[in-house]
């Protein structure tokens, strides 16, 4: 009963309660990881704010004041939106196969009006709403049986083979891990999580075998023996190895870095920004960007897990795996530990795409943490 009155009483709250509620320790850290990019874009540049520095600082300012925006609206918009959102970024993606634009061999981007987007990108955010609009409300008894699994894994598969076909590997798996984890955290049974693992297992090795690319092959061939095309497909991961290790401790400091300004680093402002760092700001400097993600992830975690409502709880941790996932992947490719994918680094790398959906995402958690004991209602319409 008093869970229902803080719930009446929040469909009142006042603006200035609202932004009360705004939880400001995660702003200042999206804040430091986000100056962090525009320092490490200012140097690469050899000093200078263009052509990248600049418009980086930009537009998080302006991703930053739509997140708070987006923050203080009523949670159940977020709810009503899920469905039509999802739908939305799954007929972008359909659109990306007939209209696409084709650049460096990948047909990935879509030019609506005088902007071009990337919708996969945006399917990572609509599939954590979906997801988490339909286990809301839903008992646990009913997400773990089968008949109640079958719609997830057709939203979250279809998505998935959609951005494979453009060709686009890494986002293919970021999408299908993030859905994957919701699934799981919604309640799945250890009985049909076994399943999944062992046909997912399978599965993997069928598209390795029979579903890779040529250019996807090559890319696992390099990831296990790059010197033996050092000037060719090996070129990006030795180089990467060479500048993050040439960093030593402390680096060779601001501005100081030699592999990313000769231009020896490739795709140094965006995949292989983190090796950029490494090299001016050593270990310690990689250390403490590492440190300040995990800050973020536990900031995003601990609002998850404060939500009264399955919802914020699904959601919250959804944006929260994304983002872990994008930083987990571009690290342990620009160290050589997995194949290079082209994932970028949250925050850091240039890219607008890819910030302005990783904004979107922290302005629903923060959503979630204002509206944490707001009473949701549990209906499965297209709207609410």
């Known amino acids: 009963m008093n869970e229902f009155r803080v719930a009446r009483i929040e469909r009142t709250l006042s603006l200035s309660a609202k932004v009360a509620r705004i939880n400001w320790l995660l702003v200042v850290l999206l804040c430091l990881a986000a100056m ?44 009503a939106l899920a469905y039509p959102t999802y739908l939305v970024a799954l ?58 699994i079958a ?94 290790g040439s960093g030593g401790l402390v680096g060779k400091g601001f501005l100081g870095g030699t592999q990313s300004h000769l231009n020896f680093l490739p795709e140094k402002q965006t995949d292989f ?6 090299e001016e700001f050593g270990f310690i400097g990689t250390l403490s960007v590492l440190v300040l993600f995990m800050l973020i992830l536990f900031t995003g975690m601990m ?18 795996v994304t983002f872990a996932l994008y930083v987990l992947v571009n690290i342990s490719m620009v160290m050589g530990l997995i194949p290079v994918v082209g ?5 850091i790398s240039y890219g607008g795409t890819v910030m302005l959906t990783v904004m979107i995402g922290f302005a629903l958690v923060m959503n979630i943490h204002i509206h944490r004991n707001a009473e949701l209602p ?3 319409g297209f709207l609410l």
């Open 36 to 79: 962090i990019g525009v320092a490490v874009l200012y140097s690469i540049a050899d000093g200078s704010w263009t052509p990248r520095a600049a418009q980086h600082a930009t537009r998080f300012g302006v991703f930053l004041l739509l997140m708070l925006g987006l923050a203080l609206i009523d949670i159940r918009w977020w709810m």
């Open 91 to 148: 007929l972008l993606l359909i659109g990306v196969e007939l209209f696409g634009v084709k650049v460096m061999g990948a047909q990935r981007w879509l030019d609506v009006g005088p902007i071009r987007i990337q919708p996969a990108e945006i399917m990572k955010l609509a599939l954590v709403l979906a997801l988490a609009r339909y286990y809301h409300g839903l008992a646990v008894e009913r997400a773990t049986s089968l008949r109640h």
């Open 151 to 244: 719609l997830p894994a057709v939203m979250i598969a279809a998505p998935v083979l959609l951005i494979l076909h453009q060709p686009d590997l890494g986002t293919a798996m970021l999408v299908g891990a993030t859905g994957a984890v919701i699934v799981f955290l919604a309640g799945l049974s250890w009985r049909i999580i076994t399943i999944g693992a062992i046909t997912g297992l399978i599965g993997g090795v069928a598209f390795l075998i029979f579903g890779l690319h040529d250019y996807q092959r090559a890319r696992i061939e390099t990831f296990l023996n790059p010197e033996q095309d050092p000037l060719g497909a090996g070129y990006h991961i030795l180089q990467s190895k060479i500048a993050l």
């Open 273 to 278: 920004v983190f090796t950029a760092l490494g």
């Open 303 to 320: 609002i998850a897990g404060r939500a009264r409502h399955s919802f914020g709880r699904l959601a919250a941790a959804g944006v929260c």
């Open 343 to 347: 994932v970028p680094l949250p925050l």
């Open 378 to 380: 549990a209906g499965h």
